[in-house]
């Protein structure tokens, strides 16, 4: 039991030394490429994510061509310094077509959950009062794309905690232009004829330098209310 405990603990120190190690690293040394089976890894955590009702309504584009990721730098203001140094430099995609009763999602759940028909019958009901009723994600696009992006930002949180558990460096990055990321991707043909589109972006790689202030955060008594 003891053993356990100590196994447990050890764990828990790691995981938070992870957190500890990892910052919003703004430039990478470029000469540092993270192995193949590492970033494997960081995606495999991605893929493993969990999202609301399991609809997995996220795509990883990962931007090694050195023209587009320039032409990516030029409309994102935001990664200018990990566009050109980053090790691997992945673009989220969230789905737009994950209405209750889509071909994405009936596909998604009879060949890849493989769900009996009687079972998708039952729950298409119970699906299409939650995104009508309970969250009203079926009153425009937006809303239903919106949805899709808070899933990916799930799948975002647990690679860059993957990544920092075996020493590699992130940042998560949202300073871009929209609509002129669009339409470089879409140029490109990466959006699935419209049932993708940018959700957020993210690099990875060996940070060029250590970070210049430690990791502050509010203290814990000053974000969490205990309602017994």
Known sequence: M????DAKKAKKQEIIDAFYFRHATKTFDPAQLIPEEDFRFILEAGRLSPSSVGYEPWRFLVIQNKELREKLREVAWGAQGQLPTASHFVVILARRDVKYDSEYVLNLQKNVKNYPDHLIEKLMPRYKEFQESDWHLLDSERALFDWSCKQ???ALGNM???AALIGIDSCPIEGFDYDKAHEILRKEGLLEDG??????MVAFGYRANEPKYSKSRL???EIVQWVN
Not at 2 to 5: G, P, R, T, V, W
Not at 195 to 200: A, N, T
């Open 2 to 5: 003891m053993q356990n405990k």
């Open 195 to 200: 049932k993708l589109d940018i959700s957020v």
């Open 160 to 162: 860059m905690t993957a």
């Open 152 to 154: 990916t930002y799930i």
């Open 219 to 221: 203290n814990l008594e």
